[in-house]
């Protein structure tokens, strides 16, 4: 898929933002989208792709987000946080789980199930859920160096199996991706640049209508950490 829109998650550093460029130097409409609205617009001004404010652990936002963009081709949900590094499951503080569910999970949750219904209205789009490494893809061992960060992108996993399950044979598709360890605000000691997995997202994102769904795609065997 070389045309249509894109909306992306966070995209206003790190790896969205590297997706946003990417998709834009490929063709597609990208709509960028930050929590801020004055980062987003000064994300969107150098990309030069559209742009609206989007938090997605707000009700409001993602409402008036579907609202204004309507149905995008390619859903990115890129957005997340990574609180709990360096902490391990019977010491992690639980508020920082919280926290961590809050965003990775039901805030992609929320997005899903806004822009997922009139995708499926529309019969095509594919929803793509950026996982991580720590997760053992769908099934095994979870990273326990990030505790609430590893169970928040398993749960993200376990969400990409259910819907794709509750999507198939409409047309729309579901994947997650795991970009392997990528050097950004949240992880500064990888030597991947967001470019790099930029590029590797972006392959995954624009395959064809009638491509693979409920999938686990992983750029290279990476390390559990990220
Ligand atoms: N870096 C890695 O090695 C790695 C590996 C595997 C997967 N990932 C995943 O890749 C994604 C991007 O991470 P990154 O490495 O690019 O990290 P990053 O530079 O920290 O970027 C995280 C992005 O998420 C946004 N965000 C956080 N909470 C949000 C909310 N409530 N609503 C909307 N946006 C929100 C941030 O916005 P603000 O600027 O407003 O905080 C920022 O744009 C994450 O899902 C991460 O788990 C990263």
Redo the contacts with the bound molecule.
């Keep these: 898929m070389t045309t249509g829109t894109v909306l992306i998650?966070?995209?206003?550093?790190?790896?969205?933002?590297a997706v946003a460029a990417e998709l834009r130097r490929r063709g597609l409409d990208v709509v960028l989208?930050?929590?801020?609205p004055e980062?987003a617009r000064a994300a969107a001004e150098e990309l030069d792709t559209r742009w609206t404010d989007?938090?997605?652990?707000?009700p409001d936002s993602v409402a008036r987000a579907v609202r204004t963009v309507g149905a995008p081709d390619i859903l990115l949900c890129?957005?997340?946080?990574?609180l709990d590094a360096g902490t391990e499951p019977l010491a992690v503080p639980l508020e920082r789980v919280e926290r961590t569910l809050r965003?990775?999970l039901l805030?992609t949750w929320r997005v899903l199930q806004e822009f997922v219904p009139a995708m499926v209205r529309r019969g095509s789009g594919h929803a793509l859920l950026?996982?991580?490494?720590t997760t053992a893809e769908f099934g095994g061992r979870l990273f326990p160096g990030t505790p609430g960060?590893s169970l928040s992108?398993s749960a993200l996993n376990g969400l990409t199996t259910m819907l794709a399950a509750t999507t198939e044979s409409t047309g729309v598709r579901v994947n997650a991706v795991?970009?392997?360890?990528?050097?950004?605000?949240?992880?500064p000691g990888?030597h991947?640049s967001?470019e790099e997995?930029a590029r590797y997202i972006a392959d995954v994102a624009t395959q064809p209508h009638g491509g693979p769904t409920g999938r686990f795609f992983t750029a290279h065997s990476s390390t559990s950490q990220?």
Aim: proline letters at 6%; aromatic letters at 2%; zero cysteines.
């Design positions: 998650t966070g995209a206003n550093r790190g790896i969205g933002r989208t930050a929590r801020d980062q989007l938090d997605i652990t707000d890129n957005a997340g946080v990574l965003v990775n805030g950026v996982s991580s490494g960060y992108k795991n970009p392997g360890r990528v050097r950004t605000r949240m992880m990888p991947q967001p997995a990220e």
